[in-house]
């Protein structure tokens, strides 16, 4: 099954560091889901399945390259299995909150496989930085055969 995440949804993180993800997403995700360290300052949130995928690839890796341990240290030691309250809510722990730079007014986006989170901040920021690259990114990226 191809997993389909998308849209932009703006929600905040309450004192406890918890956010709601909003429903669209969570029908998707399914109950369980795994967060991590993301790129780029944010946060990946995946389905089990896809977590599970990506693993497999993981495995796949040879151990003898630094860059390929380097990247798998860097996802997998800030992994952590997580499910949803009653209110749709996920806990966000302290260490990932700082890794992101979230504060109170955070932005989730489905991104095709994952949901990103990002600080208000850095999303603006990233915004700002790409929207007029995004004629030549997407040139890149559709004439690359």
Known sequence: MN??????Y???LDLKGRVV????????LGDKIVLTRGLDNS???YSVATWNTLLKKFDTLAFTEKDNRNFVRFLLS????????KQGRI???TYLQEFA??????????SLNRVEIWSNKNWNEFMKDNF?????????LFNSN
């Open 3 to 8: 997993i389909m995440l998308m849209g932009e």
């Open 10 to 12: 703006h929600n905040n």
């Open 21 to 28: 993800i909003p429903s669209k997403l969570r029908e998707v």
């Open 43 to 45: 946060l990946f949130l």
């Open 78 to 85: 800030g992994a952590i299995t997580l499910e949803f309250d």
């Open 91 to 93: 806990i966000i722990p």
């Open 101 to 110: 730079s979230l504060e109170k007014e955070v932005v989730i986006i489905g």
């Open 132 to 140: 007029n690259r995004l004629s030549e990114i997407s040139c890149n």
